[in-house]
């Protein structure tokens, strides 16, 4: 029987597993964007009926049933987290609800096969494929987060902030590698090929994740002691401190960063997607953000932050302020373009893409920020419970748009005329056209300047493996503890 390390390995070089941990996100990630990419297409010009006949959702009721699918993706990664800590050990935890992953892509995938339909609707195959998807990607998300923390000590954690980026930089070449395929293999294959191609990646994903596990540091799970240490001062303070920003401020952002996968692809609809020489699918689109991912992580790490250091310290609240306010600027240029779409003009796409540079710069100040400070506010055995908190917060704020998404449609009235049925009234929204923008416009400036507030009274502790328990780790090349 393999004893795996328990901590981390005393040397100020980068730890030997974070190459698969890498390896696994950027298969994983290709797997869920691709699947979520081409989500609000399929279900608005796609779906089919249990006869193989077009049965298409309303715009409001694809938003609706995306954003709950957010929601429910974010809303697991609590109780992932919470397996992790308390019973299986965050790499057990991967493994384990990473095949449920896999089933889920898998049942999709069937819903639009013949076989499939002769079972149930489609629409049934699809809810059923997210739900375990939701689990999946959801319950390994705060694990996955924390794992890549686990691998760090004392003398390397200056890598940490470094490994994070990368990790962000690894997840954002699988989202922008399938926005740019599934759209094509949806429009010209069909929903079989373009829901089961991300099902192969997220088996790969998964048999990297495991090639990988003689290289990691596994922290035991706590068992019993994790509720003491929830419940111990650090515990309190840290989830009393992290409470406010994880589950008020970042739903902010949330609420409105997640439209530009059903609001904004909706929206792209109307415009003319002719821009620098190419036709762009509607949900390609999409790709625009993990492409400038690549290109601002660099530029924010290595000019925007050491410039902006000369004049003021660059603190991790200060960004995620910036950030909010410049998600405010983002959704009102999104709001002006649907005030020329109501107006009977055709804009071009590139007036979105200049909305996805201004979200996306907000992101990296926001997302990329939160994911690091969630990790080292945590003590030691609460690292992936505080994940589970902050992805919380994405649920929440992606609840929030759903539930508006809810209230706000007005459904079609028909009648059934000779046998026939026939619509009196079509769909509508009680948000239509720029006004839908500007009431998430003014929301997020409300937190944004809320948010300065918090953070004037805002006293954390940073904590790092090893650190606050005394351990001192062994010595690189030593036997694994």
């Not at 699918?69 to 991967?94: H, Q, S, V």
């Not at 990296?364 to 400070?373: A, D, G, M, N, Y």
Request: net charge neutral.
């Amino acid at each position: 029987m393999t004893t795996h390390r328990t901590v981390p390995v005393e040397t100020e070089r980068m730890p030997s597993g974070i190459p698969f941990i890498i390896g696994n996100e950027l298969a994983e990630r290709f797997s869920y964007y691709g699947m979520k990419t081409i989500l609000v297409v399929y279900m608005t010009k796609h779906m089919l009926d249990s006869t193989g006949g077009p049965a298409p959702m309303s715009d409001e009721d694809a938003k609706a049933i995306y954003h709950a699918f957010n929601a429910a993706n974010y809303f697991f990664p609590l109780l992932g987290a919470l397996l992790a800590d308390i019973f299986l050990g965050k790499y057990r935890t991967i493994i384990l609800l990473s095949i449920g992953y896999c089933v889920g892509h898998g049942l999709i995938a069937l819903g639009d096969s013949g076989p499939g339909m002769a079972i149930m609707s489609p629409r049934a195959w699809l809810l059923f494929g997210l739900l375990f998807i939701a689990i999946g990607a959801g319950g390994i998300k705060p694990c996955v987060s924390a794992h890549v923390g686990d691998q760090f000590g004392r003398r390397n954690q200056s890598l940490i902030e470094k490994v994070f980026s990368w990790f962000y930089f690894s997840i954002n070449v699988g989202a922008a590698t399938s926005s740019l395929l599934t759209p094509i293999l949806l429009d010209r294959v069909g929903p079989w090929l373009a829901f089961g191609l991300p099902g192969a990646l997220m088996v790969l994903a998964t048999l990297v994740f495991w090639m990988g596990r003689n290289r990691f540091v596994h922290i035991p799970p706590a068992g019993q002691s994790f509720w003491r240490e929830t419940f111990s001062p650090d515990g309190l303070r840290a989830l009393r401190n992290l409470a406010p920003l994880f589950l008020i401020f970042v739903p902010a952002f949330w609420a409105l960063f997640d439209q530009t996968g059903s609001a904004w692809v909706i929206q792209a609809m109307s415009m003319d997607r002719d821009f620098l020489g190419v036709h762009w699918l509607e949900a390609q689109v999409q790709a625009v953000n993990p492409l400038l991912i690549l290109i601002l992580i660099p530029f924010f790490a290595y000019v925007v932050y050491p410039f902006c250091g000369r004049f003021f310290e660059v603190t991790p609240l200060r960004r995620i302020g910036v950030g909010l306010f410049l998600t405010a600027a983002a959704f009102a240029l999104s709001g002006l373009i649907q005030v020329w779409i109501d107006a009977g003009r055709t804009p071009n796409i590139g007036w979105q893409f200049l909305a996805y540079v201004v979200i996306t710069a907000a992101e990296v100040l926001v997302s990329i920020t939160t994911l690091e400070f969630a990790y080292t506010q945590a003590p030691r055995r609460m690292k992936s419970f505080i994940m589970g908190v902050y992805f919380l917060g994405v649920s929440v704020g992606n609840l929030f748009t759903s539930a508006v998404n809810w209230a706000i449609s007005i459904p079609a009235v028909t009648k059934t005329v000779d046998g026939q049925e026939v619509v009196i009234t079509e769909a509508a929204s009680r948000l239509a056209g720029a006004d839908y923008y500007w009431f998430f416009t003014a929301l997020v400036l409300v937190f944004a300047v809320a948010f300065v507030i918090f953070a004037q009274f805002y006293r954390g502790r940073r904590f790092v493996q090893g650190e606050e328990d005394g351990t001192i780790p062994p010595a690189e090349g030593s036997p694994p503890a």
